[in-house]
């Protein structure tokens, strides 16, 4: 055996004890021929935290492993791998760098190696060979170039490696199985045997001309293919070995790998092999990976796991785990079919889903005192999906699911559409249903249901308080004028507030805390509930100058700060605000880099470090993880994951989460992220801490999503997120300022949004917690559309809020038409272009690709308004018009128009007519072109006048006795029928309405 132990600078400074050990280690590796002759990248100078860093140190550690592996080791500086006297495939085997950036100067000598015969190789590289980097004057690495974005991107390596990679975040994590194949086991046999279930990062990467050859594979959970962890691209003569992250080649988990060290020497030596022509790769497994987005099935992105005891109730029968995953039940149960199951069956045999008029009866078992509840949770991917559950005779539940399509979040580049709608139902038992032999689960609807787990149960500890607040209006977060007051506020359960920690002086200012302190004094001014998010790094306190410095100009108080200093300013702003502070948020949106340029692990000991504190100088405050934005729906949210792993959950009271998505559908995000975490083990309850629709229109202008439609979403918002079993809820934002979308307006009187929020607010106070009801319809018949949210108070009342919000003959339609003016700029868009706006017109130039799109996003109601009438004073060229629905249809009106006004009649070209998202899109060619207006014109027929819907609530009663029920709708009273009944010791009431629109009930007991 040759080993070329170490390079001739090396050995003298060498130790024996030192060789000794790299003997041993030499010696344990398999016999290979001549030493592989590996160069590694030498950055000479580190580019710490930011997008795409670059570790001196770790490349420094994988030259050592390799000389400790017998490897022949030559460091090079990006100018010597750009200088072919100093660097080809006739001096090196293989280039290892860490791979995700790289010198923009060595593009042309890494294809000239490759097609030399040398092999690169990207150790730690999500986008391998993907991101040009240049030094600055000062020498130090920066993205090239800079700005714009992105234009620091090349596909020159990947392109000359045949493969392709795909943007598609929800792809990333989609993985989740992983196991070595033979062609590494052969360079690394330690590996033999090991496999892991864990959901890992990598960049979604498609074959054109090349082959993947993994060397580790990786699956989703469905057993398709996806980017291997590890894996060698071929395309000819050149080839490449990518590594997705240091868990396999930098020791970042050895519980998980132990073999890092090992690894690096072993794709060395895979590298020399195919550099000699060793490797006969038409031997070797290639995998393909998907062309198109390919993701599991709803309730399958999550592999089984343990679950959780929701609430901690009790189970007195369980049928699956509350895990987010129905990958622990049965098969699916065909269309129409009947299956009847013993008690005690195992999950195995619980079908997962259920199609069309499909329902298993599960025997029940005695099922003892109540009260008790059902809880079911599932999930569906399209309107028609229906769910029904009856208890012997007793009918508890029987509904049709409204499914809306979310096309995005606000902060996330991650989105919702097509996402599963997942789902909670808690439903009261009345006493005769606590009786029952079986409980039948069925689909009253036409599509199919998906099942993650059932129970019946009885509460060991009361229900979850509720409450409901506003954010901190815009303005008002940094310091500016507003016109709340403490009598709007002093009702709310929350204010959320923004402080900005970074404004803080250092420990030598004496004028430190003036601006922090006058700064909360405002907000405890202004309501006896606060929330603070501690965030903001002043530069003094940050982790370090460096970090600080590559935060760059316009976020550096997102920065990570040094602990030590940071636990000594919590200690003061605590100890000053003990008792006036309900709660205490760490960090806000943790988990996107706007908001927190560190890492999971950084903001973890971040947590650690200040929450002890938090606990002793004010105990009886709410200590709350940081609101996420936003979450996937492709896999298990890996930012939770590090959250649950690294003990974060375990030390606070909430977690917060943001659930912003468009068109009103924030249970979807909500109940995705509640999956997440009982997948990961943890009951930890959800605060929905920042709540609203998607960045445009909800952050937009009047225009881009009027005051109704605003209401209307609020309304769906939290219909469904009540009626999925949320607590705690904040809106953003309050308003009282310039904000076109705060809840109140610019004078703080009540947006036509606010009245939704005040009929839900009396959940919450007199100290409201949540009570779970039963909405039927009187006749047995599905309800669609319909939401109840319950609370029980103090003094033995009863609140219930009834909520048709998504019963579409009960939601306006609105006229989009649209004169154009310079005063109105900001709602529609424009891109490859630009748009000039005049006082009563726009008109849109193109730009270098010879076209310019512009467009706008509306909810449209075609039934409604059935015809556009264009305006266009003058046109240089051609214009299109499309209407592209969120649902994916696409209706092209005109594609080769000019001057003129224009009628267009699209009703009858809709396969689907109901009311969705549209985007009105221009496409102008040839010459700039001017647009006076386009409008909406409505229909000749008048829309029918909506119908009463007859809803029935079975609800429990605190106290036994008689009650007063009252109800309203708006400030209306509103007819209510009431039975009270009382059995087994369990009181309750039977409340019957014919719905008109969002409904108040309270029921007070008679003293």
């Known amino acids: 055996m040759k080993f070329a132990l170490l390079d001739s600078a ?3 400074r060498c130790l024996i004890a030192a060789a000794y050990a790299v003997l041993a280690f030499a010696v344990s590796m398999p016999a290979w021929g001549d030493s592989p002759r590996v160069a590694v990248w030498d950055p000479q100078v580190a580019v710490p935290g930011g997008r795409f860093p670059v570790s001196t140190d770790y490349l420094d550690r994988v030259s050592q492993w390799l000389r400790d592996g017998g490897i022949s080791v030559q460091r090079l500086t990006a100018e010597q791998v750009a200088d072919s006297a100093a660097f080809g495939a006739d001096r090196f085997d293989a280039l290892m760098l860490e791979g995700d950036a790289f010198p923009e100067i060595d ?39 800079e700005n714009p974005n992105f234009v620091w991107q090349t596909e020159a390596i990947n392109k000359a490696l045949g493969i392709e990679f795909r943007y598609w975040m929800d792809m990333a994590y989609s993985a989740v199985r992983h196991a070595p194949t ?25 074959a054109t001309t090349g082959s993947i050859y993994p060397l580790l594979r990786s699956q989703q959970t469905a057993g398709r293919d996806y980017t291997p962890q590890m894996y060698l691209v071929a395309n000819g003569k050149n080839r490449a070995i990518v590594c997705a992250s240091k868990l396999f080649t930098g020791e ?12 690096v020497v072993a794709v060395a030596r895979l590298a020399k092999d195919l550099h000699d022509g060793k490797v006969m790769l038409d031997k070797q497994l290639a995998v393909k990976t998907p062309t198109a987005v390919v993701l599991p099935g709803p309730l399958e992105v999550r592999e089984a796991a343990p679950g959780i005891d929701p609430e901690q109730a009790q189970p007195v029968v369980r049928w699956g785990r509350f895990d987010g995953s129905r990958l622990d039940l049965g098969k699916t149960l065909a269309a129409g079919q009947t299956l009847k199951l013993p008690v005690g069956v195992g999950a195995e045999q619980v079908p997962g889903a259920l199609e069309a008029g499909a329902k298993v009866e599960l025997a029940l078992p005695d099922l003892g005192a109540g009260p008790l509840y059902l809880r079911i949770r599932g999930a569906f991917a399209q309107t028609g999906a229906g769910l029904s559950a009856q208890a012997d005779d007793t009918l508890l539940h029987n509904e049709l699911l409204v499914y809306r399509l979310s096309v995005g979040t606000v902060n996330l580049s991650f989105h919702y559409k097509d996402a599963p709608n997942e789902f909670n139902r808690i439903l009261y038992l009345p006493p005769s249903a606590g009786k029952a032999r079986t409980l039948v689960i069925s689909n009253p609807g036409t599509q199919t249901l998906f099942l993650d787990a059932i129970q019946i149960e009885r509460r060991t500890k009361p229900a979850r308080k509720m409450g409901l607040g506003l954010g901190n209006g815009v303005h008002l977060a940094f310091d500016r004028p507003t016109r709340l007051t403490p009598e709007i506020c002093k009702d709310w359960s929350y204010f959320r507030c923004a402080t900005r920690m970074n404004w803080i002086g250092p420990p030598d200012d004496p004028k430190r805390w003036d601006r922090y302190d006058k700064h909360v004094e405002r907000y405890l001014a202004l309501s006896p509930r606060v929330q603070l998010q501690l965030h903001g790094t002043p530069e003094w306190a940050a982790i370090s100058a460096q970090r600080y410095e590559s935060a760059g100009k316009q976020r550096p108080e997102y920065t990570p700060p040094d602990n030590e200093k940071f636990k000594e300013v919590i200690r003061r702003i605590v100890t000053k605000y003990a008792g006036r502070v309900e709660g205490w948020e760490i960090w806000n949106e943790q988990n996107i880099t706007t908001f927190w340029m560190g ?26 993880i940081g609101g996420l934005a936003g979450t996937v729906s492709g896999y298990v949210d890996q930012n939770a994951a590090k959250m649950v792993e690294l003990g974060v959950t375990k030390k606070a009271d909430l977690f917060g989460f943001h659930p912003y998505a468009r068109n009103g559908v924030w249970d979807l995000p909500y109940c995705l992220f509640e999956g997440h975490l009982m997948n990961l083990g943890t009951d930890i309850e959800i605060y929905c801490n920042e709540s609203g629709d998607n960045i445009v229109p909800w952050f937009g202008t009047p225009d881009s999503c009027s005051l109704t439609e605003q209401r209307i979403r609020l309304d769906r918002a939290m219909g469904r997120l009540f009626a999925s079993g949320l607590a705690k809820l904040t ?53 669609e559309g319909v939401y109840v949210a319950g609370a029980s108070h103090d003094d033995g009342s009863v609140t219930l809020v009834v909520n ?31 748009a000039e706006y005049e006082t009563d017109k726009v008109t849109v130039t193109p730009g270098e690709k010879g076209y310019v799109g512009f467009y706008r996003t509306v909810e449209l109601d075609p039934q409604a308004y059935p015809k556009i009438v264009v305006s266009v004073p003058q046109c240089a060229g051609k214009w299109s018009l499309t209407l592209k629905f969120s649902d994916g249809e696409n209706v092209v009106l005109t594609d080769d128009s000019q001057a003129g006004e224009f009628t267009f009649a699209y009703l009858d070209k809709l396969k689907n007519t109901n009311r969705r998202s549209c985007e009105t899109i221009f496409r102008i060619y040839g010459g700039p072109t001017t647009f006076a207006y386009v409008h909406f014109i409505a229909s000749d027929t008048p829309r029918p006048v909506p119908q009463p819907i007859p809803v029935r609530v079975l609800a429990p009663l605190p106290k036994q006795g008689k009650y007063t029920a009252v109800a309203r709708v708006g400030d209306a009273p509103k007819p209510v029928d009431v039975k009270i009944h009382s059995e087994q010791g369990q009181s309750w009431a039977q409340v019957d309405l014919s719905l008109t629109g969002r409904t108040v009930v309270t029921l007070k007991p008679e003293k």
């Open 107 to 145: 593009i042309a000598a890494y294809q000239r190696f490759m097609e030399n015969g040398g092999v690169l190789i990207a150790l730690s590289a999500a986008n391998p060979f993907y991101n040009k980097m240049a030094q600055d004057p000062q020498g130090l690495w920066r993205l090239s170039p």
């Open 182 to 206: 033979p062609l590494l086991e052969t360079y690394l046999p330690q590996a033999k045997g090991w496999s892991l279930k864990k959901p890992l990062l990598a960049r979604w990467y498609v």
């Open 252 to 263: 970042s988990d050895p519980k998980l790998w132990p073999w890092s060290r090992e690894t």
């Open 599 to 624: 890492t999971p692990e950084e903001y973890a000991a971040l947590f650690h470090a200040v929450v002890p504190v938090i606990r002793e100088c004010d105990p009886k405050a709410t200590v709350i």
């Open 10 to 12: 090396f050995l003298p």
């Open 804 to 834: 048709p919000a998504d019963v579409e003959a009960m939601i306006p339609s609105e006229d989009h038409s649209y004169d154009f003016t310079n005063k109105r700029k900001a709602d529609w868009r424009c891109f490859f272009g630009k």
């Open 731 to 783: 809106v953003f934002n309050a308003g009282g300022d310039g904000d076109p979308y705060g809840l109140l307006d610019t004078q703080a009187q009540p947006r036509p949004a606010y009245s939704v929020f005040t009929d839900y607010l009396e959940l919450a106070h007199p100290d409201g917690r949540r009570l779970d009801a039963t909405l039927l319809s009187p006749d047995g018949k599905p309800i």
